[in-house]
């Protein structure tokens, strides 16, 4: 027996020791699996964390919501319709180029013409142009107040620098290089989608000197490698962690938090204090939401404190909150969702049905099994639905055929839908002009179809505000009426802790974390 | 006729089953409600950005264009490219291959190596407790999930004992001890349903050899026990034995979905799993057609593996 143990204990030693050796190797488990590598073309997470290592954007947002110099500098002119882009000394690409005015305008035309933000922006510039051989500037036909905050979102879609080679593929092709100016580069020789993704230190990478907040400010690396482990089973995730063959959890299964809360090598910590917000979306075009007064009604028939338990469970990481915009950020406004956070629009709702003369028209709710952040929302919906009156069919179904059904813009009987559930990082919510379900465009614009031109007023009047002050009272005004639409529901806020071995310090956080630069082991 | 004209014979009579396999998945997946351009560009893709991504991709051309393209590059034996990743379906495949066929052989050698000598044991010794037990731990062994046993040693010598990692795969050029290292847990869980089969299919095949004439003219020759056993009764009772091994290999290297993801093995059955998610039409095509061809491959060579123990078998 002794043998045995001893056999054993040498074939266990011999797999530490027989890995390659790096000085510094920091082994993740990311929320999900990297498949899709060109951020600008995928809007997926996972896509956008792997843009925030290998690439640098131009400007960033720090933790006060304000945006920051990165790669560049910029001046506006008095008018507000030139700006003037200045890169920082030093900054390469991964093949050794120094960056250039011509690679930034490439990169910007690509994002520009994917990007929900990008393109309103796009469609307010006249052109981009190379100054000298550090600067490029970007003249406007007419104002577009959010220029920065647009060019500085943190979130997806986010403008990376790439190389003009790069940048000069469409939009809807997938990139192929992938040589960016980030902290970290890509090692494409042992990328295993759905398995692996590997990145390197960039050693010629230079840290801006300002400490580091959200994505802006210093990105110091201490780690030589950051590999991201794919792990499909929570519970092996968690095991791995306990016995240190991993050293980061981005998104641990909550239900088995309390297991790595009582040990004492785990460190447990929100890294996106901002967290996402969960949302149903109706269509516009089809009854009963074709009526605005039962989009009302079903809008008030939930309770966002039901939703956001079944979701999460623990009542510490969950938010109700009315701001369609998010509680947490700048335009964290109440008005007009103050029943449907508090969860006492019940009787109202009854009161519309009745109203609008509901005629027992099924509710077809598009029920996706397959994505845990996303199973319980339909089935909390239904329950309260039924429960004011609608008759509700639920079709349950995987994420894919959701995705691809939400799309049809027939009737429900006919491949359509009448409901369906979403989740978007509070990130992707923060701004109007940026927000996916705050569109009036119809059917030109986003799944659900909402024909508002009034919204879409109010948004161009919004991008054209002179000031912060008047943005404010705008994007108030927005939320106001994008309730009394219900162009969508927000259905609560939460956030998803992180967890990681205990010898690790300097996480950043932010609403993209975690980001691996300041990153460092305890000595 | 020699041996070759069977293989060759065998393999031709494939090729209108793989045919046929090819059309029936290719209108199976574009049958199926999903859109891999939606899956790329997600939710913020306009529907001109979808049109163009469908069009980069060829989703957009007929059918029929599609599946002749197809059916081009698997005559030269190129799967394609990914949908999702962009990277050759080849590559993705040959990734996945050595911890599948890794974990197969080794799961594999382990069930024959431990389930024939106890199916011989328990045929000779029907009726005792050694019988007796072996039956129970047959029906353990076909009724407790994969995944609990996997998580219960992994408890065991992973969590407390430390003696063996938790998760992934070591690759043999990184030396054989972190391969086995590595191997051994996953291996042990998914030998355990085969020991209890293998072992209840020798045990069921002696018991109707055992009392033939030739075993006792081979004990009335003097022949030992065990060469009595092993060299008579088990030769002559190969055969179902062989089947079942063979089919079981075939199993385990189509996939074995559960225990890849509960030990984090970059298997193929994942990557099969994941592709049929994300709806990546080459993958999914490719998978099926190469588990097509393994069944096909292992059948024949189970086929050809029969004359070995029973001459009278012939081709």
Known sequence: MFKIKRLIASAALASVTAAPLYAETLRAVMHSDLRLTDPVMASSYITRDHGYMIYDTLVAMDENSVVRPQMADWSMSDDGLVYTFTLRDGLKWHDGTPVRPEDCIASLKRWGSRDTMGRQMMSFVASMEPVDEKSFRIVLSEPFGPLMDTIGKPSSLVPFMMPERVASTPATEAISDFTGSGPFE??????????????????????????????????????????????????????????????FLEAPMMDLLPILESNPEITIKTLNPLGGQTLARMNFLQPP??????????????????????L????????????????????????????????????????????????GTPVVILQTTDVPVLKTQPVVAADALRAVGFNVTSLPM????????????????????????????????MNPLGHLFMDGNGEQGTFGWADLPHLNELRAEFAAAPTEEARMALAKEIQAYAYEQTTYVPLGQFVSPSAFRSDLEGFVTGPAAPYFWNVKRAR | MPVIFYVLKRILATVPVMAFVAIFVFLLLRLTP??????????????????????????????????????????????????ISGLPVSELIAQRLEPTL????????????????????TAWKQGSWIDRGAVAFSVLGFSIPVFVIAYMLIQLFAIDLRWLPVQGFAPLSRGLGPFLSHAILPSVVLSVIYVALIARMTRAAMLDVIHEDFVRTARAKGCTEPRVLFRHALRNAAIPILTVVGTGLALLISGVVVTESVFNLPGLGRLTIDAVMARDYPVIQAMILVTSAVYVLINLLIDLAYSLFDPRIKY
């Open chain 1, 312 to 359: 999460v469970g623990n009542p510490d990481l969950i938010t109700p909150c009315a701001a369609m915009m998010g509680c947490g950020t700048k335009m964290d406004f109440a008005v007009g969702g103050e029943k449907i956070a508090a969860g006492t629009g019940q009787e109202e709702a009854k009161a519309l049905l009745k109203e609008a003369g509901y005629d």
């Open chain 1, 289 to 310: 939401f074709d009526d605005p007064r039962l989009r009302r009604a079903a809008a008030l028939s939930f309770k966002q404190e039901d939703f956001l338990l079944a």
């Open chain 1, 398 to 429: 995987d994420w894919q055929s959701v995705a691809t059904r939400a799309r049809n813009k027939g009737p429900a009987d006919e491949g359509g839908w009448n409901i369906m559930f979403s989740y978007l990082g509070v990130a992707d919510v």
């Open chain 2, 102 to 121: 890794s974990i197969a052989l080794v799961t594999i050698s382990m069930s024959v190596l431990v389930a024939v000598p106890l199916g011989v044991l």
């Open chain 1, 186 to 247: 890509f090692v494409r020789d042992e990328f295993q989608p759905g398995v692996k993704a590997v990145y390197l230190k960039n050693e010629d990478y230079i840290p801006r000197n300002e400490p580091p907040s959200w994505g802006a400010g210093g990105k110091v690396v201490h780690f030589d490698r950051v590999e991201w482990i794919n792990m499909p089973d929570s519970q092996t995730a968690i095991n791995a962690l306990s016995s240190g063959e991993v050293d």
């Open chain 2, 34 to 83: 999903g859109d891999p351009a939606v899956a790329i560009a997600g939710d913020q893709a306009t529907e001109e950005q979808l049109r163009q991504i469908r069009a980069a991709l060829s989703l957009d051309q007929p059918l029929l264009v599609q599946f002749v393209t197809w059916i081009q590059q698997i005559v030269r034996l190129d799967f394609g490219k990914s949908l």
